[in-house]
């Protein structure tokens, strides 16, 4: 159990600059996942931890001293890869013992402690075969155990379930939650799958184009997004969002003409939200948020396009009219909606769709949340 | 997949295609089957002019013995191993450094570096024929062992490094990256994981060294002049001066010579088909 804390970090590759100003601190015993699309440089800033690569400028401690410079041997870390990386000529004992003997410890001691990594991914079985005899998951225990074995400081796993199937993949998901809490180790975890940094992060980073956008917890993320990268990232389906103008302000109450709906008054605005008149905003709704019945602030009509049932709930693709959503999962100007088990609207049926203005997020030119914190579970 | 291979449906075409097969095959092969009939004949039989026909008496032992006995076919075959083994041992454990530095590490230069050592194998060797004979013997190795292996170690070298250089850089980079998180040094990791994964290529690039060397005659020749240093190569041309016309024993001392890389062949013929092509593919 230690800290990791990173300050100032930068990483050139030549003209391109990776990672831009990183400043993280991570508390001992945490889960912390680092979500972003491909290319936001959230790989690299783990090698940078890992020390696989070396940081242009910025300072890393971890465990309270201060590893920038040291070789990744040193740094008291362990790291999981995609491919999991098993050397294939040696069985899984001699894998998993592998920093071990690099460190030259006693053959008893690397012995006990990879008996003792086996017994808590129950893989005591495997420790003669070769990884070309194992399955996917099989593997990527081993290489989970190849890293409890040296008993770091802090767990790095750069996309571990990225190869292995659905079901797979759920399972590792829960057993590596369930390793994190028998361990009480800091763990950093990589990877693009929301649902992963979902349900098992403490805390979440989220990273692009080489800037932390926000940090937090998983809901604090899910239902405050600092600005509207984040709150299209985190959901599925994701956030609708309109475009809309911003029509008058007064006394903190913003009111925005968005095409194909009624004028919109945010009562809930943050100080100092810079915006003007005619400034273009956008605004957010999550799915779960437009509902097909009762009494709301907004309504508006839509046809229903295409509905995917997903058995517990219904994810519902409409045609709004003159209302579109920009930056959609879909990739159409389609208003997404969930319908639970009942009512479910026929393809091609007109429904009517309503939200509250208090649901829905306001963001400014520049991206910015500028509606007012939710309350979570609220 | 190309060329297709023939359906068994076309009776025809696979006849055809079998006999030309075959008749490649016995032309490959024909001067071969001369050597060996010619080194089973008698002088006089050669003296008659019956170079392809049924030899009129075996001669077998005798023109095998001779070898033995009336030349230096020994000395030259020991001499042979003496430079050959030590140049392939030496090659391969060069080249698996070279091809692991420039396959996994990037450093200023690494790109004209690895262009240097592919530009060797572009040079036609002639050219070097002289420069390397004065350098020989200012250096005061001219007629010597150390002559022949200095010189097929570095020229050996570029091929036998682009072509561990391509197997390295095929190795997953996130094993590297996975024995560095993990401690090891880069020696280590050259001596832990890349020698044992690399084990099919080293087999491969032996077998093939082991060929070009042992069958080298230009350098051999250009570089060595006493009897005491000669190769196999060299030395066999030598039978002709001494025996003017004995090619019945001249046919049993090439068959003789022909030994060690054939046998290396039929023992290793899985490896040295993979390495022709092995190097080439990825890159």
């Known amino acids: ?378 | 997949m190309y060329p297709k291979p023939i359906p068994p449906s076309h009776r025809t075409s696979r006849i055809l295609y079998m006999t030309g097969v075959w008749a490649v095959l016995a032309i490959w092969l024909l001067p071969v089957a001369a050597i060996i009939m010619t080194s089973f004949r008698t002088f006089d039989d050669i003296m008659a002019g019956n170079y392809w026909g049924w030899p009129t008496k075996f001669n077998i032992l005798e023109n095998y013995a001779a070898i033995f006995q009336h030349t230096d076919m020994l000395v030259y075959f020991r001499n042979s191993l003496i430079i050959t083994i030590p140049s392939v041992v030496l090659v391969l454990a060069l080249s698996t450094m070279t091809g692991f530095v420039l396959s996994r590490h990037k450093f200023v230069g690494s790109t004209l570096l690895f262009a240097a050592f592919i530009a060797g194998n572009f040079m036609p060797y002639q050219v070097f024929m002289i420069p390397v004979r004065d350098l020989m013997v200012s250096l005061g190795l001219y007629d010597t062992y150390g002559a022949l292996i200095l010189f097929h170690v570095s020229f050996q070298l570029g091929f036998a490094t682009l072509f561990m250089r391509n197997f390295i850089a095929a190795l997953p980079g996130e094993l590297f990256q996975a024995a560095r998180a993990e401690g090891a040094s880069p020696m280590q990791i050259l001596r832990i994981i890349v020698v044992p994964l690399v084990r099919p290529a080293l087999a491969a690039l032996a077998i093939l060294l082991f060929t070009f060397i042992w069958n080298d005659y230009f350098w051999a020749i250009v570089l060595t002049q006493t009897d005491a240093v000669k190769p196999v190569t060299a030395g066999l041309a030598n039978l002709r001066g001494e025996w003017v016309s004995a090619w019945n024993v001249i046919s049993a001392a090439t068959l003789f010579v022909a030994i060690p890389p054939v046998l290396m062949f039929f023992l290793m013929q899985k490896h040295f088909v993979s390495g022709l092509t092995m190097g080439a593919v990825k890159g």
């Open chain 1, 1 to 378: 159990m230690s800290n990791v804390t990173l300050k100032n970090v930068n990483k050139h590759y030549g003209p391109f600059h990776a990672l831009k100003n990183i400043d993280l601190d991570i508390v001992p015993g945490e889960f912390v996942v680092m979500v972003g699309p491909s290319g936001c440089g959230k790989s690299t800033l783990l090698k940078t931890i890992a020390g696989l690569e070396e940081v242009t400028n910025g300072t890393i401690n971890i465990a309270g001293r201060d590893v920038t410079r040291e070789e990744p041997g040193d740094r008291g870390i362990a790291m999981v890869f995609q491919s999991y990386a098993l050397y294939p000529h040696m069985t899984v004992r001699q894998n998993m013992g592998f920093g071990l003997r690099i460190m030259k410890r006693p053959p008893e001691e690397i012995e006990a402690a990879v008996q003792r990594a086996a017994r808590i991914l129950r893989i005591e079985e495997l420790l003669e075969k070769k990884p070309a005899q194992l399955s996917g998951g099989q593997r990527q225990r081993v290489a989970i155990g190849r890293a409890i074995t040296r008993e770091p400081h802090v767990f790095l796993f750069d996309e571990p379930l990225s190869n292995l199937d659905a079901a797979l993949r759920t399972q590792m998901r829960v057993e590596l939650a369930t390793l994190h809490k028998d361990l009480n180790a800091t763990m950093i975890y990589v990877t693009h799958d929301q649902i992963e940094a979902m349900t098992m992060a403490d805390r979440i980073v989220v990273l692009r184009a080489g800037v932390i956008e926000q940090v937090g917890t998983p809901l604090g993320l899910y239902h405050n997004p600092a600005n509207r990268f984040v709150a299209s990232f985190l959901g599925s389906p994701r956030m609708n969002f309109f475009e809309g103008i911003v029509s008058s302000i007064e006394d903190g109450a913003v009111v925005v003409n968005v095409d194909g709906l009624p004028p919109l008054a945010f009562a809930n605005i943050r100080e100092g939200h810079g915006l003007t008149q005619n400034a273009t905003v956008a605004v957010g709704v999550r799915p779960e948020h437009l509902h097909l019945s009762g009494d709301h602030e907004i309504q508006a009509p839509a046809k229903i396009r295409l509905s995917e049932q997903l058995g517990r709930e219904t994810v519902l693709y409409a045609d709004a009219g003159a209302l579109k959503t920009v930056g959609s999962d879909t990739g159409t100007s389609d208003v997404t909606l969930l319908a639970g088990e009942g009512g479910i609207p026929a393809e091609a049926s007109t429904v009517t769709f309503g939200f509250d203005t208090n649901r829905a997020y306001l963001f400014g030119p520049d991206g910015q949340t500028l509606t007012t914190e939710k309350t979570i579970g609220a």
